[in-house]
C-alpha cells in the first residue's frame, strides 16, 4: 500500500499528523534533501505522494527536479505556515505543459 508523506517546518507539518499523514519536519536544507531521497527510494510501503512546504521546495529544486523524471512519488510543493509563495502553482503548471506540450492551464 502506497503512503503520503509531508515535509517542512514543524508548523506547517505537524497538523497533517492527524489525518493520518507521515510527517517529518526539517529544518535544513542537506537534512532535507537526504530525508527526500530515502523516502523516494523506500520499497516497502513506498511514499507515493510526498508534500514538501514552497520554502523547503524552493531549497530542494535540484533534488526534487531528479524525482519528476520518475513515475512515483509525485513531489508536490504545499504552501506553509509564512503563506503562499505561488512555487505550488508554477510547479504543477511545469509538469502540465511538459505532459500536454502546451500551456492549458493559463492559455499564455
Partial sequence: MYRIAVLGDRDSVYGFAALG?????????????RLLR????????PYAVIYVTEALA??????????????????IPIP?????????LRAVKKSVEQAVGSDIIFNN
Fill in 21 to 33: 499523514l507521515a510527517v517529518f519536519p526539517v529544518e535544513e536544507e542537506a537534512e532535507g534533501a
Fill in 38 to 45: 530515502r523516502l523516494a527510494e523506500q520499497i516497502e510501503e
Fill in 58 to 75: 524552493a531549497k530542494l529544486e535540484e533534488e526534487i527536479d531528479r524525482l519528476r523524471e520518475r513515475r512515483f512519488p509525485a513531489v
Fill in 80 to 88: 506553509g505556515v509564512s503563506g503562499n509563495t505561488g512555487a505550488g
